[in-house]
């Protein structure tokens, strides 16, 4: 019997991380929509204003929040990268290697980059932040590495 398929969700700190922030993100929307309705906030922006602004921080939160929703599956001939966009796959044979990227907004954070063999596809880029085990390593360690 095969090991795989193996699941791999994002850690549960990272998934409190992110659904706190996406929280925090809307708790300013709102305060900030409500305290300029009542008049407790001096009003600085239109109507449309807060429409726009409110409608931005709602999709910046909703993004935040499904992030928390990442999986990683690893195959005997693949793996998947699942999102709430969709799933992202590649085969082995599709497969060029890995290389350790610095990704997140300030380039501080360490991640994978799944290379694929045609030039033509975009990398895949693995959360930094999933619950691994050995399987996970072992299964790593079958892929080249391009950067050493």
């Given at each position: 019997?095969?090991?795989y398929?193996?699941?791999?969700p994002v850690?549960?700190?990272y ?5 706190f ?6 708790s300013v929307?709102?305060?900030?929509t409500?305290g300029?309705?009542?008049?407790w ?5 239109s109507?449309?204003?807060f429409?726009l ?7 910046l ?5 499904l992030?928390?929703?990442r ?7 693949g793996?998947d ?5 969709g799933t ?10 890995r290389?350790?990227?610095?990704g997140?907004?300030?380039r501080?954070?360490h991640m994978y980059l799944i290379?694929p063999?045609?030039?033509?596809r975009k ?5 930094p932040s ?8 072992s ?5 080249p590495?391009?950067d050493?």
């Open positions: 019997m095969s090991e398929p193996r699941i791999y850690t549960t700190s998934r409190v991380y992110a659904r922030t996406a929280l925090l993100l809307v929307a709102v305060i900030g409500v300029q309705t009542m008049g906030i001096r009003r600085t922006i109507p449309l204003g429409v602004v409110d409608s931005f921080f709602a999709v939160a909703a993004d935040i929040w992030s928390a929703e999986t990683v599956t690893l195959r005997d001939d793996i990268l699942t999102t709430w966009r992202r796959s590649l085969n082995r044979s599709e497969i060029l290697g290389r350790f990227v610095w997140g907004r300030y501080s954070v290379v063999v045609d030039s033509h990398g895949m880029k693995l959360p999933l619950k691994i085990d050995h399987h996970f390593l299964w790593m360690n079958t892929i590495r391009l050493a």
